[in-house]
């Protein structure tokens, strides 16, 4: 079964400093993986996905996430953190399993940016 | 239009009463999800319907029913729904296999 793990419940960054928002994952075949942001009582907002090639992807709002296979994992970065980048952030995998196709998620990172 | 409107944005019901909660998207998209979410919690998955093919989470409850009349359009209908079943109830859709699914505002509901 797919699954997905984020280590942190909660990560707090300088504003200006680099941030990285960690997910590690369990799936069985190719993994297409994906980062959402949500943002106080609203819905999720896709950022960035990995289906194959390049290991960097880069997505919306300047993150971009690494992925490694030998790791198992795929981390968020951004180079220089903005108060507004404070939310909710979910990593999740598509999964192929008795409903069909669905997404499981993480259980999530707060972020939060200090000024 | 990458857009999937969810309406109503809030909703207080009793737990007699019956309403429905409406998604809408005209991305062509074949995939809609209604995701049920409660506060700082990952959204969990309540059903899928897939070219209009219905699958079922065997662990809702039977007081949420989905209805697909077709593929831009998704309803869920509640019916003596319980304080729990109080959270975020989501709405998303999906090309089929590796694209990112795009989420609606949500409907904030309130079971009183």
């Known amino acids: 079964a797919q699954s997905v793990a984020q280590p942190e419940d909660q990560v707090n960054v300088a504003e200006g400093n680099p941030l990285t928002v960690k997910c590690t994952y369990s799936v069985s075949g190719n993994p297409y993986l994906f980062w959402y942001v949500q943002y106080p009582n609203r819905g999720l907002q896709f950022l960035l996905k990995y289906i194959t090639g390049d290991n960097l992807v880069k997505g919306s709002y300047g993150f971009e996430a690494e992925f490694n296979k030998s790791q198992t994992s795929f981390h968020l970065k951004k180079p220089s953190a903005l108060v507004s980048d404070s939310a909710l952030y979910f990593c999740?995998?598509?999964?192929?399993?008795?409903?069909?196709?669905?997404?499981?998620f993480g259980p999530g990172t707060r972020l939060s940016v200090l000024p | 239009d990458t857009e999937v409107t969810q309406t109503p944005k809030h909703l207080v019901m009793g737990m007699t009463n019956k309403k429905s909660l409406k998604c809408e998207q005209h991305?062509?998209?074949?995939?809609m999800y209604w995701y049920k979410q409660k506060a700082k919690k990952p959204p969990e998955l309540m059903f899928v319907y897939s070219y209009e093919k219905l699958s079922i989470n065997e662990s809702v409850p039977s007081r949420f029913s989905p209805e697909c009349p077709n593929s831009s359009l998704l309803n869920l209908h509640l019916h003596a729904l319980q304080p729990e079943d109080s959270a975020l109830y989501l709405c998303?859709?999906?090309?089929?296999?590796?694209?990112?699914?795009?989420f609606g505002q949500g409907t904030r509901l309130t079971v009183v």
């Open positions: 999740a995998v598509r999964a192929f399993d008795n409903y069909g196709q669905n997404f499981v």
């Open positions: 998303a859709s999906s090309q089929e296999l590796v694209s990112e699914a795009f």
């Open positions: 991305m062509g998209h074949r995939a």
